[in-house]
């Protein structure tokens, strides 16, 4: 056999190496949300250091191709939505995420952060009210909104 043949031949592995351990930042091969749950951790991290307001997890791996996870949280006022806006594209970016874009940040009413796989949109009380985003994607909304619907229908 020439050494050209033998190369030639594909190889074959009798023993099986265990697998390795995912390193930080790595998604686990047989786990494909692996990278997009570790971004919803640390942004569900940010919105709660940020004191953010009915924080809402939709999963829309499997309804949608647009993302992997929608957040849906509200703030007390302009400046609160604003500053949560803005802390949270950092850590999305600090995160590794790339093109992190922001919509909405003039008039801080709704702010929608795109950061791939995870999508963040951040409300004022009233405009997340009108939109009723969580209705569309079919999750129950909060009792107290559920109220506050109810009375809006009996007038």
């Not at 190496?17 to 930042?25: H, N, Q, S």
């Not at 600090?94 to 929608?112: K, P, T």
């Not at 405009?127 to 009375?151: I, P, T």
Request: hydrophobic residues 45%.
């Amino acid at each position: 056999m020439t050494r050209n043949q033998h190369r030639s031949r594909p190889a074959i592995r009798t023993k099986t190496r265990a697998p390795k351990a995912a390193k930080p930042g790595k998604a686990v091969k047989n786990e494909p949300l692996a990278l997009s749950k570790q971004l919803l951790e640390q942004v569900l991290v940010s919105l709660d250091d940020d004191k953010a307001e009915d924080v809402v997890t939709i999963e829309l791996s499997g309804k949608s191709t647009i993302a992997d996870f929608m957040v849906v949280a509200s703030g007390g006022s302009h400046r609160h939505v604003s500053a949560m806006a803005e802390h949270l594209c950092a850590v999305v970016k600090a995160a590794g995420m790339r093109g992190v874009a922001m919509e909405g940040a003039a008039r801080a009413d709704w702010i929608l952060i795109d950061g791939g796989d995870v999508i963040v949109h951040l409300f004022r009380p009233e405009v997340r009210e009108f939109y009723g985003l969580e209705k569309m994607w079919g999750v129950d909304m909060s009792r107290e909104a559920k109220a506050a619907e109810g009375a809006r229908k009996s007038r």
